[in-house]
């Protein structure tokens, strides 16, 4: 028993060094200034909504990305309808989206549906001559002034970039509100302070922005694990990209309620 003991707190103790900067971002996002951005150019971009089974939330998602405080010519929505069951495709042509439909039962996933979104619809976006892809989860709503906020700091330099992850049901119970506050903390506690700091921040699942040049300069969607963003993160991190985080930039994004639903 004291060999196992004494294994487990040296286990603890290496965590616990693995993780103490986090400690040091917590003060830095308290005291230090946020960055402000100021554009000197509206990018023309694209939302990319993967969607499956997704048809009672994804016009809502829609209807938002069209109602952005942006020139609505410099918007385009694209959904993926993923293998649909359901009439997800019908649902966000309705709202405004251009959708293409996708039925692939051996490539699965997030990752290949955007991988098959940009080679099928590599025509259509060329025409468009899109800056930037903005990747978002059918379940999501955007703040009115989203768009405003992500360009103020693409225009930057950033051509990768997060955003404010808050969520749209926090009171549903208290598995919900765990995941908000996880992505709260990840959002102003983690992202923020790298900003403030000038190191890269990190991608999480929905609400990012990927420019126009680094899908071509990939040859598409070239990430394919369940957890892709964490893929496509390091990726380009290691290609020697920073990745940027527009902090004013709003998206609400629907959390589980039961664990199965993770």
């Known amino acids: 028993m004291k ?10 103790v ?20 946020q960055k402000k951005f100021v554009a000197k150019t509206e990018h023309k971009y694209a939302f990319v909504i993967p969607a499956r089974d997704e048809s009672i939330v994804v016009g809502e998602l829609v209807l938002s990305a069209l109602a952005q405080n942006y ?8 959904v993926i309808a993923d293998n649909c069951t359901d ?6 042509r309705k709202a405004g989206a251009t959708v293409y439909e996708r039925n692939d039962n051996l490539k699965v996933g997030k990752g290949f549906a955007l991988d098959w979104f940009f080679e099928t619809a590599s025509d259509k976006l060329n025409e468009e001559d899109y800056d930037g892809f903005i990747i978002l989860d059918a ?3 955007l703040d009115k002034d989203y768009l405003l906020e992500m360009n103020k700091v693409f225009d930057n330099g950033y ?5 404010y992850r808050n969520s749209k049901n926090f009171d549903s119970n208290w598995i919900s509100a765990a995941y908000s506050l996880w992505f709260l903390r990840e959002a102003r506690y983690l992202n923020n302070s790298r900003m403030q700091l000038g190191t890269s921040c990190a991608i999480s699942g929905t609400g990012f922005l990927v420019g126009a040049n680094v899908i071509e300069g990939n040859g598409g969607w070239i990430h394919h694990l369940l957890t892709e963003d964490i893929e496509f993160t390091c990726d380009s991190v290691s290609k020697g990209m920073k990745i940027g985080y527009a902090s004013k930039a709003v998206l609400y994004d629907e959390q589980p309620t039961k664990f199965s639903q993770s």
């Open 87 to 92: 009439n997800t495709a019908e649902a966000a």
């Open 3 to 12: 060999v196992i003991f004494i294994i487990n707190l040296l286990i603890s």
């Open 139 to 141: 379940d999501n709503v």
């Open 71 to 78: 020139p609505s010519e410099k918007i385009g929505v694209y």
């Open 14 to 33: 290496i965590f616990t060094i693995c993780y103490a900067y986090q400690f040091f971002y917590l003060v830095v996002a308290l005291f230090k200034k």
């Open 159 to 163: 051509d990768i970039l997060t955003s």
